[in-house]
């Protein structure tokens, strides 16, 4: 970290003082999230600038897309996923049972309890 003057009237060198107590912080902590807050999109855009550049400098540290994504252990869904084109669905194997109330599960439980019922009364 670097040190920084900043000179303040003694009101808000008060004020700020305060404020510091209040939220059980420092003052220069109180700066230094004011400053973030303030100049945020500012300093992220000098920041990206600077290691756009140092990558341009020095582009034997980078790496490739794929190279990352292997890294990271990324696996991107296929051109045919991407252009959305669906996967093949599975066929159901038996159909003819569908329109069958017996082979329902509704049915298989109105069925068994129908097994019940009579199996108690014999």
């Known amino acids: 970290m670097t040190k920084l003057l900043v000179y303040l009237d003694e009101d808000f060198h008060e004020d700020l003082k305060e404020l510091a107590h ?4 420092s003052m220069a902590a109180l700066v230094r999230y004011a400053l973030d807050k303030t100049f945020e999109d500012d ?8 290691a ?3 990558m341009l ?15 990271r252990g990324i696996v991107l869904p296929g051109p045919d ?3 959305g084109k669906s996967r093949p669905r599975k066929i159901a194997e038996e159909r003819d049972h569908y329109g069958d109330p017996k082979n329902s599960r509704a049915g298989r439980r109105t ?6 019922q009579t199996s108690r009364r014999a």
């Open 22 to 25: 209040q939220k059980k912080t």
């Open 81 to 83: 996923l991407a252009a």
């Open 52 to 54: 756009l550049e140092e």
């Open 111 to 116: 069925q068994a309890k129908t097994d019940n």
């Open 57 to 71: 400098a020095h582009p034997e540290g980078t790496m490739t897309l794929d190279e990352y994504l292997e890294r």
């Open 43 to 50: 300093l992220d855009e000098i920041s990206s600038r600077r």
